[in-house]
């Protein structure tokens, strides 16, 4: 019975992928400045102000036409970015800026700008900046002259330098926003055109106080669908092509170069734990147990994936975690659900709108109407899931969480602790004041190997309480075109400014 299903499950996937796999015709054109770097999103960013960053997509436009204190290396290492010196202790940041940054007006990166920035955030009120934790523990923030500053948090946070690599920490021009609200940066290019559904156009910075770029400018394409992007990758109209998990099949790596790039992320499915039955600790169990995750992985990523074993993926600032996960139990969560008397009742399975999301969570939803229940896979714009999920307007909701700053810590606050609920990053809804307390005490521990310890217990308990439908830990793979000759990949996207991306020169 179990190998039955296992080689229908095969066939039922290798059919969708195939499916997905068939080209499509249809008009390319050569890249319109041969110059640029030519590469694709799936959406246009929400916004690009770090006040309301929350995303990946708005990130990986906003690392490169912004710059903040510091940055992340393609190591994964922190690295200083604005700040030409600086002294932390865990509760004081002292820092001096490089002298002579300019922003894209030509003004001069200053202090005041960095107290501006980072203020703008933290006292946020109507509206509140999504990010505002991130400054929760600050008690003061001053200038000290021209070029030097200083941050003092109300209590020790090991992690808080780290934490200032993420976009919405990015400086902006005071002057700039004051005057008419422009969000000015510094980075290694800076904003040309926006065109809604279309395309995102940047400009080298020649000013830029780093690597000027050798490229004169990146095209980012709004392009929805991976079939598209693929299409255009191989027609030459893309440098650049992000591999879907599911489209190994078929692609040819002796044509292009691929890159397999270390990715922080885990994917899951937030369980509603503010709503009836998810409420229950044991229906989230039951629902763990139901999903066969090992048969998903060998059937749709060819075992490309490892099972996430908890929260944190291996990798994440050292830290490697308590290694428990659920088993394939799906008598045992038949069980649970008709003794709760759930049989057939119906849930709701929010998702982006996506071809491979939409294979993944077609088999997850076959598990659980294995399990008794009734699923309805609801596909949604990426801005109305995060909507709706903000509000808590939902009962299951598949996302990934890729890092924002190299530290296990950035896999527990946003995504477990009570006051980021919604919008914040808790999209689960998860509440618990023994987790809130140890999240707590661990920012305090300046010794990685004491707050790892405390990270484990804080994983045990999420692990046994079960907020999320654990799924796995994901890599990313990319593909590129002949005119790229350099590439570096990062770890973490906001490390990321594409300003030693190099093109091979033109043949006469």
Not at 174 to 202: H, N, Y
Request: aromatic content about 14%.
């Amino acid at each position: 019975m179990r190998r039955g299903m296992r080689r229908a499950l095969f066939h039922k996937a290798l059919t969708l992928i195939l499916c997905i796999a068939v080209p499509c015709f249809g008009r390319c054109t050569a890249p319109e400045n041969p110059r640029y770097f030519q590469t694709y999103m799936q959406s246009d960013p929400g916004n690009l102000d770090p006040f309301y960053s929350t995303d990946v997509i708005s990130g990986r436009v906003l690392t490169k036409i912004c710059s903040g204190l510091f940055t992340i290396d393609s190591g994964g290492i922190l690295v200083p970015d604005l700040v030409q010196d600086y002294s932390f202790d865990g509760r004081v940041l002292r820092g001096t800026l490089k002298e002579g940054v300019r922003f894209h007006d030509g003004s001069e990166v200053t202090a005041d700008d960095v107290v501006f920035s980072l203020t703008r955030i933290w006292k946020s009120e109507n509206p509140t900046s999504p990010r505002k934790w991130v400054f929760s523990n600050v008690r003061e923030m001053k200038s000290h002259g021209r070029y030097r500053f200083s941050i003092e948090l109300e209590k020790p946070h090991a992690a808080f330098c780290s934490m200032l690599t993420m976009p919405c920490c990015y400086i902006i021009s005071k002057s700039a926003f004051t005057r008419d609200g422009a969000i000015t940066g510094s980075g290694p290019f800076s904003l040309q055109e926006w065109r809604q559904d279309e395309k995102i156009v940047l400009r080298r910075n020649e000013r830029y106080y780093g690597t000027v770029a050798s490229l004169e400018g990146m095209v980012f394409r709004i392009i929805p669908e991976d079939l598209t992007a693929r299409f255009e990758f191989l027609n030459g109209t893309l440098d650049y092509f992000d591999i879907p998990y599911i489209a190994n099949v078929g692609f040819d790596k002796t044509r292009f170069r691929v890159i397999e790039v270390p990715e922080l992320s885990v994917h899951y499915v937030a369980l509603n734990t503010g709503r009836y039955p998810f409420t229950d600790i044991s229906f989230r169990r039951a629902l763990n147990m139901a999903v066969d995750k090992k048969t998903i992985m060998q059937c749709l990523f060819k075992n490309r994936f490892r099972e996430a074993e908890g929260v944190v993926p291996p990798g994440a600032g050292g830290y490697r975690g308590a290694v428990r996960t659920y088993g394939y139990e799906p008598g045992k969560a038949r069980d649970i659900i008709a003794r709760m008397g759930l049989r057939g009742t119906m849930i709701r399975l929010l998702i982006k709108s996506d071809n491979q999301v939409s294979l993944i969570t077609q088999l997850i939803q076959y598990y659980l109407v294995q399990a008794g229940l009734r699923v309805e896979i609801v596909p949604l714009e990426w801005s109305a899931l995060k909507s709706r999920t903000f509000r808590g307007d939902f009962d299951m909701a598949y996302f990934t969480w890729i890092a924002d700053y190299p530290e296990p810590e950035n896999f527990f606050y946003p995504l477990f602790y009570s006051r980021n609920a919604g919008p914040g990053g808790n999209r689960s809804f998860y509440r618990s004041a023994e987790v809130d307390g140890l999240m707590e005490t661990a920012r305090r521990v300046i010794n990685p190997e004491k707050r790892f310890d405390i990270y484990r217990r804080i994983e045990g308990i999420i692990l046994n309480e079960a907020p999320w439908i654990f799924l796995w830990y994901a890599d990313k793979r990319i593909a590129l075109g002949s005119r790229v000759q350099d590439y570096t990949p990062y770890p973490i996207f906001s490390g990321f400014k594409g300003n030693t991306i190099t093109l091979r020169k033109e043949q006469p």
